[in-house]
Nanobody, 122 residues
Framework: QVQLVESGGGLVQAGGSLRLSCAAS????????MGWYRQAPGKQRELVAR???????NYTDSVKGRFTISRDNAKNMVYLQMNSLKPEDTAVYYC????????????????WGQGTQVTVSS
């Protein structure tokens, strides 16, 4: 019914950049928050950056000044520009969306993408 599809991951050297994209599709009435999480091997999934529909954003401290989240509300897309990448940024990155469905406007549901691997070599 709803799909979130990420793209843009890959292998990059330390100091390099990557841009992740996530497209939400399906029977979506509205989307409030969209965000990016990541999970490194042996660690819990953590919030990287999040954006509301009005454009306010927040970032985890370790990426502030290096990563930028942006949205295209008309296309139901969210992006994560990652600059000055470090080996510790290596993880599977997941897109999330808090959304209201066309056929269920009383509730908000969180959907997840399948994840995209980001590997930063030293």
């Amino acid at each position: 019914q709803v799909q979130l599809v990420e793209s843009g991951g890959g292998l990059v050297q330390a100091g390099g950049s990557l841009r992740l994209s996530c497209a939400a599709s399906g029977s979506i009435f509205s989307i409030s928050r969209m965000g990016w999480y990541r999970q490194a091997p042996g660690k819990q999934r953590e919030l990287v950056a999040r954006s509301t529909s009005s454009g306010s954003t927040n970032y985890t401290d370790s990426v502030k000044g290096r990563f930028t989240i942006s949205r295209d509300n008309a296309k139901n897309m969210v992006y994560l520009q990652m600059n000055s990448l470090k080996p510790e940024d290596t993880a599977v990155y997941y897109c999330s969306a808090d959304l209201v469905l066309v056929n269920d406007r009383r509730n908000t549901y969180r959907y997840w993408g399948q994840g995209t691997q980001v590997t930063v070599s030293s």
